[in-house]
């Protein structure tokens, strides 16, 4: 869990996840911008990413790319957990 996209940046630099769950909004480094940092990365590039936010998904798509899947906030806990079984799997 990172407090900001920067210091995810940082995390992912030292362990290389199945899956990233990413709020849009973050302060120093925004969703996007930590998008962008993966995207730029061969080793992080293909991780799946599920972006939230309470802004619909329209407005987010316009700002950034490169998501796997979008949560709108607030969501079920038990739509998290579906959804990450359904991208694990995922070949």
Known sequence: ???NGQQGLEMLAQERPDLVFLDYMMPVMDGAGLLRGMAADP?????PV?????????TVAERCAGYTAFMRKPFKITDVVSLTERLIRAP
Do not use: C, Q, T
Not at 43 to 47: A, C, D, F, G
Not at 52 to 57: I, R, Y
């Open 1 to 3: 869990m990172a407090a």
């Open 43 to 47: 080793s992080l590039r293909n991780i």
């Open 50 to 58: 599920v972006i939230m936010s309470s802004l619909p998904e329209a």
